[in-house]
């Protein structure tokens, strides 16, 4: 089973800065990727920013320069993304969800997994 759990989401006022986390946890045999989407009430899901696993970052034109994303492991076999948020606008305001392209052992093509979500309120 594998489990991507988010956190670090709230309330900030535009100008500010928030740091998302994401850990994916569970029968990982390889994780491809990790990417962080939103979505802003009445809007379709979009990818905010995302990370190979060799670490090549990739961002959505209006997040370039005030978003930034990055990997890491612990000890406890967690990987971890994270996500640090600056100059926040009112228009970052959303659900922030976590998803990754994994493969839980050799013979698995792989799929898919999402995180619950994390919300994420800008006021102007």
């Known amino acids: 089973q594998v489990q991507l759990v988010e956190s670090g989401g709230g309330s900030v006022q535009a100008g500010g800065s928030l740091r998302l986390s994401c850990a994916a946890s569970?029968?990982?045999?390889?994780?491809?990727?990790m990417t962080w989407y939103r979505q802003a009430p009445g809007k379709e899901r979009e990818l905010v920013a995302g990370?190979?696993?060799?670490?090549?970052?990739?961002?959505?034109d209006s997040m370039k320069g005030r978003f930034t994303i990055s990997s890491s492991s612990r000890e406890d076999a967690k990987n971890i993304v994270s996500l640090q948020m600056n100059s926040l606008k009112p228009e970052d305001t959303g659900v922030y969800y976590c998803?990754?392209?994994?493969?839980?052992?050799?013979?698995?093509?792989?799929?898919?997994?999402w995180g619950k979500g994390t919300l994420v309120i800008v006021s102007s």
């Open positions: 998803s990754s392209f994994i493969r839980r052992n050799y013979a698995d093509s792989g799929m898919d997994y």
């Open positions: 569970g029968s990982i045999f390889f994780l491809h990727n």
């Open positions: 990370v190979s696993s060799t670490g090549s970052a990739n961002y959505l």
